[in-house]
């Protein structure tokens, strides 16, 4: 395989490995309900874009979960203009970046959304949860909850990164791209 090109046979592996909580978290839940509003189909779509998965394969996998809620008619019609738009395909065909997490811990997510990031905008309840799904140690799940409260929340992801790969990020996470390539080069060494 290509550095910087992201296959579909192996998203969800690497999903669960090297994604930041803001995508980990909108990825499982489009697989889980088929379905993200229009926030987090940006917002995972153009990280995704960012990770490198063509659009052909961003097709087949917007579609391959939409299918089985709104049925393959309704996505082609509806929702597949989106994620071609995502990629400059469409409209006033602007090759759009991915959003920084400046950007998105900025943003507004609604009753339904599943945008935004996990540090600033779930409960503490919810946010130990994910923790501990993302595998953070008891102990290190307490320093990463502190940063949250007191609003230093790219330091909690920075945090996180760190207990996950147990491997220190001195640059700190500015950008869940970054995270991503960050954790691919560990994974990968
Ligand atoms: Fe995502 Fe950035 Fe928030 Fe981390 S700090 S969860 S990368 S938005």
């Given at each position: 395989?290509?550095?910087g090109?992201?296959?579909?046979?192996?998203?969800?592996?690497?999903?669960?490995?090297?994604?930041?909580?803001?995508?980990?978290?909108?990825?499982?839940?489009?697989?889980?309900?088929?379905?993200?509003?229009?926030?987090?189909?940006?917002?995972?779509?153009?990280?995704?874009?960012?990770?490198?998965?063509?659009?052909?394969?961003?097709?087949?996998f917007?579609?391959?979960?939409?299918?089985?809620?709104?049925?393959?008619?309704r996505?082609?019609?509806?929702?597949?203009?989106g994620?071609?738009?995502?990629?400059?395909?469409?409209g006033k065909?602007?090759?759009?970046?991915?959003?920084?997490?400046?950007?998105?811990?900025?943003?507004?997510?609604?009753?339904?959304?599943?945008?935004?990031?996990?540090?600033?905008?779930?409960?503490e309840?919810?946010l130990?949860?994910a923790?501990?799904?993302?595998?953070v140690?008891?102990?290190?799940?307490?320093?990463?909850?502190?940063?949250?409260?007191?609003?230093?929340?790219?330091?909690?992801?920075?945090?996180?990164?760190?207990?996950?790969h147990?491997s220190?990020?001195?640059?700190?996470?500015?950008?869940?791209?970054?995270?991503?390539?960050?954790?691919?080069?560990?994974?990968?060494?």
């Amino acid at each position: 395989k290509e550095l910087g090109e992201m296959s579909l046979k192996d998203i969800d592996q690497v999903a669960r490995t090297a994604f930041p909580l803001c995508m980990r978290h909108l990825f499982d839940t489009l697989r889980e309900d088929h379905h993200l509003k229009h926030g987090g189909r940006m917002q995972l779509g153009l990280f995704l874009k960012g990770v490198g998965l063509k659009l052909d394969d961003a097709l087949a996998f917007w579609k391959a979960e939409f299918s089985q809620k709104v049925g393959a008619e309704r996505f082609d019609k509806e929702y597949a203009y989106g994620i071609r738009h995502n990629y400059g395909k469409e409209g006033k065909r602007t090759d759009y970046t991915p959003y920084s997490c400046q950007k998105i811990i900025l943003s507004t997510p609604g009753v339904g959304d599943h945008h935004g990031c996990p540090y600033r905008h779930f409960s503490e309840e919810n946010l130990r949860a994910a923790l501990g799904k993302m595998g953070v140690s008891s102990r290190a799940l307490d320093d990463v909850i502190e940063k949250a409260k007191t609003k230093h929340y790219q330091l909690a992801c920075t945090l996180t990164y760190e207990a996950v790969h147990g491997s220190s990020c001195d640059a700190g996470i500015n950008h869940p791209n970054q995270y991503f390539s960050d954790s691919q080069k560990i994974l990968e060494a």
